[in-house]
């Protein structure tokens, strides 16, 4: 009995580790970040990036599509904040080469920002089911294979109405889950501890990588922690980074942090309970 029972152990410890094998994880390209999940994000995972301004959350993104196109995906990214010229050469300050990557026809850049008519992969509004058509387009183009789509950020879909941010999240995820698409989406404000708010994205994203930043003794320093990866024993401690000119950013190891050297500005803060103040009252 004894036995037979240490040897159905043994047999539930050799299942409790397939999962883990059996599970395809996408490198981000962020040197150092891989191993903080286990190896990278599993594939069709739909991830929230999150964080202050300036904290690092584009070049993150922009990483994690060169390491796509490096990787022979299909990479789209649709671009709210910033032209696409601007993250072309944002990209470039770092060796990626995104202009070669689109005439390869291996990544298409949707551009909504600018709306410029120049050519097809822009968009005319702010519109959730326009994005997501103009995504399965875009991937259709790039045609069948593993993909990589960023969107930077959703937040600008939903300003006007951040109650709607839970279901339109949910919306993009359910649709672009048949794509074969492993999503990284830009959430500008922060996902606050305690006090939880972020729009509700969090609750419908596989995982949520959010970054944060400091001024210690003058000087600007930024971290990223990871709050959740499903399937995935991620590491748990929040890592300092870097972001070097023509290098890109790098992690630079685990810090050990008190919260209130991270914590938002006051201003922040009020603004971030004022809108959701605003958003709890649009609830029906
Ligand atoms: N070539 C470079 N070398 C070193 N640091 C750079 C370089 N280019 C940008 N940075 C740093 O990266 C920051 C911008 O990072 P990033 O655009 O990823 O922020 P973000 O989190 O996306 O901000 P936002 O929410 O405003 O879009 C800059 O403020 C600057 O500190
Ligand atoms: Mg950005």
Redesign the pocket.
Known sequence: MVNSLSHRDSDYLEDEKTPKEFIERLSVGVEGFDPIIAGGIPRGFFVAVT??????????CLHFAWKGVLDGDRVIYVTT??SRESIIN?AK??NMDFEKAIDNEQMIIIDALMRSKSDEWFLEELDVDRLVEKIIDAKKRLGYGRARLVI??MSAFWLDKPAMARKYSYSVKRILYRWDFTTLL?S?YAITTGDAFGFGVEHVADGIIR?RRSVKRGA?RRFVLVEKMRQTPHDTRMHEIE????VGMRVKGPVDLRREDVSLPEDVMRRIKEAKKRSEEEVP
């Open positions: 964080g202050e301004p300036g904290t690092g959350k584009t070049i993150f904040e910033e944002q300050m770092f930077d950020s830009v500008q970054f600007l972001i070097i000119d023509g």
